[in-house]
Structures are given as structure tokens and as C-alpha cells.
């Protein structure tokens, strides 16, 4: 079984700034993609950024140049650093990653809030 615990999500001014963690834990071989995706009430789940296991990175349009996404491979940890927020970053955020067992497979986290005030 694989474990995600995420941290750091909570309430914020407009401009300011929030680090998501998102540490993995369990049996596995390798992290291969770590994503994190967002959900905004009365929205679909939609995502925010990537990086891969070589570290390419890939963001949505709405966040690039204020939002980046990292990992610490040695600790299977994936950093979301969040500057500029906005009131429309207001949402819960979801670490999902895709482990190597047996065979790829997908987790998801619990999901954290982030409120980000005007």
C-alpha cells in the first residue's frame, strides 16, 4: 500500500505565499510523474502542475510564473511553492502520483485547502 500525507495548505492574503508537501511512504520500486491538481467548489479537478521523474516540469496557464513545482527524490517528497496568490487559487489541492509496483499505478492524496483572501 502507498501513503500520501500532505501539508501546508491554509489561509492566505492575496499576494502572498504557501509551500504544499506532499511526502510518499509504502512499497513501491520508483515515483515516476508527481502531479498536483486542484478542485474549486462548483469546478472539476483540475491540474496544476508536474514534474517527472528527470525533472521536466509543466504548469497551467493560470499559475505559470508565480507557482513551482519541485521534488526531493532521496525524501519522495513533491513541493508545490505557491507566490502571487490569488482569490481564484482558492481551492483543495491534491498531491497524485504514479508509483512503479508490479505495474504503474496512480495515488492520490487527501487533498488540502488552500483559501486565499482579497
Known amino acids: 500500500q502507498v501513503q500520501l500525507v500532505e501539508s501546508g495548505g491554509g489561509l492566505v492574503q492575496a499576494g502572498g505565499s504557501l509551500r504544499l508537501s506532499c511526502a510518499v511512504s509504502?512499497?513501491?520500486?520508483?515515483?515516476?510523474?508527481m502531479n498536483w491538481y486542484r478542485q474549486a467548489p462548483g469546478k472539476q479537478r483540475e491540474l496544476v502542475s508536474a514534474?517527472?521523474?528527470?525533472?521536466?516540469?509543466n504548469y497551467a496557464d493560470s499559475v505559470k510564473g508565480r507557482f513551482t513545482i519541485s521534488r526531493d527524490n532521496a525524501k519522495n517528497t513533491v513541493y508545490l511553492q505557491m507566490d502571487s496568490l490569488k482569490p481564484e487559487d482558492t481551492a483543495v489541492y491534491y498531491c497524485?502520483?504514479?508509483?512503479?509496483?508490479?505495474?504503474?499505478?496512480?495515488?492520490w492524496g487527501q487533498g488540502t485547502q488552500v483559501t486565499v483572501s482579497s
Open positions: 509504502g512499497s513501491f520500486f520508483s515515483i515516476s510523474t
Open positions: 514534474i517527472t521523474s528527470a525533472g521536466t516540469t
Open positions: 497524485n502520483v504514479i508509483v512503479l509496483q508490479a505495474t504503474p499505478r496512480r495515488y
